[in-house]
């Protein structure tokens, strides 16, 4: 049902594959990092996030609690959008350290790391789920519907709503 591939550029040539029926390796962005390619599946009952030797395609790890709508990596730590939840894993192990109990509410858009916060829409709000313990400590509620996407940079975390675009300043517990 999915696949990841290794393909040679000039030639079209597949040098590895890491197959699975858990669903397919689609929506997330993989990540690259450190010689290893991290990816997730995300549909059917049975789902996965893997850590793969980036050269050869072995697989390092399987962690196959984790539905996979989006992930980043930051910390040392994968955070990954289950869609009902956030959860934490181990780059090294794939161990799940926390998922932070989320309302009601569904979120599919991505997750974005800043200052010992992941930054998270969920629902209609944005969660920020302090990275340690899982707490959310604020939610942050959008002027037009919903948040669909969050991103950071320059010190700030950006988040885009039905409307508008938002700069706010990093969550601090002040």
Do not use: C
């Not at 289950?82 to 090294?92: C, I, N, Q, Y």
């Not at 519907?145 to 950006?158: E, L, M």
Request: avoid cysteine.
């Amino acid at each position: 049902r999915g696949s990841l591939l290794r393909i040679r550029p000039s030639t079209g040539d597949t040098l590895w594959s890491v197959r699975t029926n858990r669903g397919g390796f689609y929506r997330m962005r993989p990540i690259l990092k450190d010689d290893r390619l991290y990816a997730g599946t995300q549909s059917g009952e049975k789902t996965e996030f893997v850590a793969l030797d980036a050269e050869t395609g072995q697989v390092i790890w399987r962690n196959t609690e984790a539905r996979v709508y989006a992930a980043e990596m930051a910390a040392g730590t994968i955070f990954v959008n289950t869609g009902r939840d956030v959860m934490a894993l181990s780059k090294e192990t794939g161990e799940t350290l926390w998922r932070a109990g989320l309302e009601a509410g569904h979120g599919e858009s991505g997750l974005a790391y800043l200052d010992e916060y992941v930054y998270h829409p969920h629902g209609v709000g944005m969660r920020v789920i302090e990275s340690e313990t899982a707490e959310v400590v604020h939610i942050e509620w959008p002027e037009n519907g919903y948040f669909w996407a969050v991103g950071v940079g320059a010190g700030k975390v950006f988040a885009q709503d039905s409307g508008a675009l938002y700069a706010f300043e990093p969550y601090s517990p002040e």
